[in-house]
């Protein structure tokens, strides 16, 4: 248990965050964890107000979930959070989105991987039949190897225009 501390602890130094940030982030973590078990499960994701109608917590959860175990720890939270940081990188905060629609992490986004993100996203708004046509037609814009998927240089490709990264920034 010692050593998993010890490397808890180098990890949290090799984060864009400052010591009062990582405090400040820690004390909002303790009142996230209702059951003070030490570590956030879904639910206590979705007893915050602003996200319970997010159709995206449960993905964004299972990407900062990076040792799969269904809850998210301390380390967890704040390394997801990093990505998002103001001194993070443009690169790091589209490797967070892309983790979003990457369901199986193997570096591509698959038709169906796309569809079922974006069905999150829509839900009863577009017929399956509209959702597969705006799927189909962006995987052709973006696929430009035309191996059928989006790698991130395609990804990173496709967003360049939009204001993503404003939107992936969070200021502590």
Request: with cysteine; glycine share 4%; net charge negative.
């Given at each position: 248990m010692g050593n998993q501390l010890a490397k808890d602890q180098e990890d949290l130094r090799n984060l864009n965050f400052t010591e009062e940030e990582l405090q400040k982030l820690y004390k909002n973590f303790n009142k996230l964890d209702k059951d003070k078990s030490g570590a956030l499960e879904p639910q206590e994701f979705f007893d915050i107000p602003e996200l319970t109608n997010n159709p995206l917590v449960k993905r964004v959860i299972e990407v900062l979930d990076r040792n799969n175990d269904g809850?998210?720890?301390?380390?967890?939270?704040?390394?997801?959070?990093?990505?998002?940081?103001?001194?993070?990188?443009?690169?790091?905060?589209?490797?967070?989105?892309?983790?979003?629609?990457?369901?199986?992490?193997?570096?591509?986004?698959?038709?169906?991987?796309?569809?079922?993100?974006?069905?999150?996203?829509?839900?009863?708004?577009?017929?399956?039949?509209?959702?597969?046509?705006?799927?189909?037609?962006?995987?052709?814009?973006?696929?430009?190897?035309?191996?059928?998927?989006?790698?991130?240089?395609e990804f990173q490709d496709m967003v360049q225009d939009l204001d993503v990264i404003e939107k992936l920034t969070i200021n502590c």
């Amino acid at each position: 248990m010692g050593n998993q501390l010890a490397k808890d602890q180098e990890d949290l130094r090799n984060l864009n965050f400052t010591e009062e940030e990582l405090q400040k982030l820690y004390k909002n973590f303790n009142k996230l964890d209702k059951d003070k078990s030490g570590a956030l499960e879904p639910q206590e994701f979705f007893d915050i107000p602003e996200l319970t109608n997010n159709p995206l917590v449960k993905r964004v959860i299972e990407v900062l979930d990076r040792n799969n175990d269904g809850s998210i720890s301390f380390l967890e939270f704040v390394q997801g959070l990093n990505s998002l940081s103001a001194s993070s990188s443009h690169q790091e905060k589209l490797r967070f989105a892309f983790q979003i629609y990457d369901i199986n992490n193997d570096g591509y986004i698959s038709n169906g991987e796309l569809f079922n993100v974006l069905k999150m996203m829509v839900g009863n708004n577009l017929t399956e039949v509209q959702l597969q046509q705006l799927v189909d037609r962006t995987i052709i814009k973006a696929d430009k190897d035309r191996d059928g998927k989006i790698s991130f240089e395609e990804f990173q490709d496709m967003v360049q225009d939009l204001d993503v990264i404003e939107k992936l920034t969070i200021n502590c």
